[in-house]
């Protein structure tokens, strides 16, 4: 039996890499499937969600193998696999899907009806989405493969731009996510909450999309300077300036035509003294002052149903003080959940492979080794402005 080795989570905000079952081509109910493949993991991204479940601000329990954000080359398929081939070089979507539901036939994968028992969606290694063994390891099973993976049709022109082309799992699918559902077209001006890799990839998604202004804010000013040096505008939330007052200092005026929030659930007040509390809701209501009537926000960051780290009662189950008349009094468009990775990784493929969109500069990506994972999520979690990207066979350097 071959070896394999994966990050655990294992309480009070630390990770391990550990020792591992070998997959097998079995569901997490031991059920054996026959459309699943095994990958030789090639790159695996740490994700800002996987820290919420490190920090202990979702239900997960120890021993959690993570990791949703997988790239691999395949070395074994089951019977049932037609489209693939041993040694092919795919990308992983982070939604498990089946591709046979109703959801699924609507390009609606991030909420499939069959591959979680317990509510719509699948996600691998991820609290409460069905048991999938999460792919920082070595190797991974992946069910559904020929409906999940995307195929790189040159092995070689892929690993030629893996640094990029890893980003294909979640991150640039889920920023491109939130400027397309925020409505970001030619001419667009683009307001974008949080300098993290959702949020940085979201601004690069805008640019593609045409957006003529794409500013940037966070509370963390070292996690502007990246974005300052590639040449979007950025806003200062640490400041005691409102956000419309600095965005009408860029614009002109005091609101955007589309916006997005890269932020989620663990946000932070605004200002000096803000910035050093939680206050989940602030974002969205922000987003609400600054978003024009009849403007859209989309809203790829995180929020959870059960949150046992919140600061009150409310917030422990997903209830947060959102300003909602707002919003419907300047008759927004709110778009929420998942990102469903299949609508837009073919076609983000190409616009890598043709030098449309680099990616893995714009996010900060840093590759690391596996057994530097802890590292990586400990410099993650500090608000390092990186993207860190684990090589658990040393095939990127």
């Known amino acids: 039996m071959t070896s394999n080795r994966g990050v655990a989570y294992i309480g009070q905000g630390k990770v391990e890499v550990q020792h591992i079952p070998y997959p097998k081509l079995e569901d997490p109910r031991g059920r054996r499937i026959d459309h699943g493949v095994i990958l030789k993991v090639v790159s695996t991204n740490i994700c800002g969600s996987d820290q919420h479940m490190v920090r202990g601000r979702t239900t997960a329990e120890e021993g959690l193998i993570l990791g949703h954000e997988i790239t691999g080359e395949v070395i074994e398929a089951g019977k049932d696999v037609e489209m693939l081939k041993i040694g092919d070089l ?58 999940n993976l995307l195929r790189f049709p040159d092995k070689d022109q892929a690993m030629s731009k893996i640094r990029d082309l890893t980003c294909l799992s979640d991150i640039l699918p889920t920023g491109y996510h939130g400027a397309v559902t ?43 300077e990246h974005p300052k040096r590639l040449g979007y505008e950025t806003v200062d939330l640490s400041l005691d300036v409102s956000l419309a007052d600095q965005i009408a200092q860029i614009l002109g005026e005091p609101e955007v035509d589309s916006a997005v929030d890269a932020v989620g659930f663990e946000a932070r007040g605004h200002g000096h003294s803000g910035a050093q509390h939680e206050a989940p809701a602030t974002v969205l209501n922000s987003l609400m002052e600054v978003t024009r009537a009849a403007g859209r926000i989309g809203i790829p960051g995180l929020y959870v149903t059960d949150d046992p780290g919140a600061t009150d009662s409310a917030a422990r189950k997903g209830a947060l003080s959102v300003r909602f008349g707002l919003g419907w009094a300047k008759s927004h468009s709110f778009f ?62």
Not at 100 to 119: A, D, F, I, M
Not at 183 to 191: K, L, N
């Open 182 to 224: 925020a409505g970001v077209g030619p001419g667009s001006t683009v307001y974008v909450a949080g300098a993290g890799p959702v949020g940085l990839a979201a601004a690069a998604s805008a640019r593609l999309l045409g957006a003529a202004v794409v500013i940037i804010g966070d509370v963390n000013p070292v996690r502007l």
């Open 336 to 397: 929420t959940g998942q990102t469903p990775v299949m609508k837009y990784n073919r076609a983000l493929m190409q616009a890598i492979l043709w030098d449309r969109i680099k990616i893995a500069d714009t996010v900060g990506v840093e590759v690391i080794s596996l057994d530097e994972a802890p590292k990586g999520y400990a410099e993650f979690d500090s608000g390092a402005p990186k993207k860190f990207v684990i090589d658990p066979h040393g095939m990127l350097a």
């Open 90 to 147: 795919v990308s992983v979507p982070f939604n498990v899907a089946c591709g046979r539901c109703r959801t699924c036939k609507e390009q609606h994968t991030g909420v499939c009806l069959t591959v979680n028992p317990s509510r719509a969606g699948g996600a691998y290694g991820y609290v409460d989405m069905g048991g999938w063994v999460g792919g920082q390891a070595e190797f991974v099973m992946v069910p559904y493969a020929d409906f």
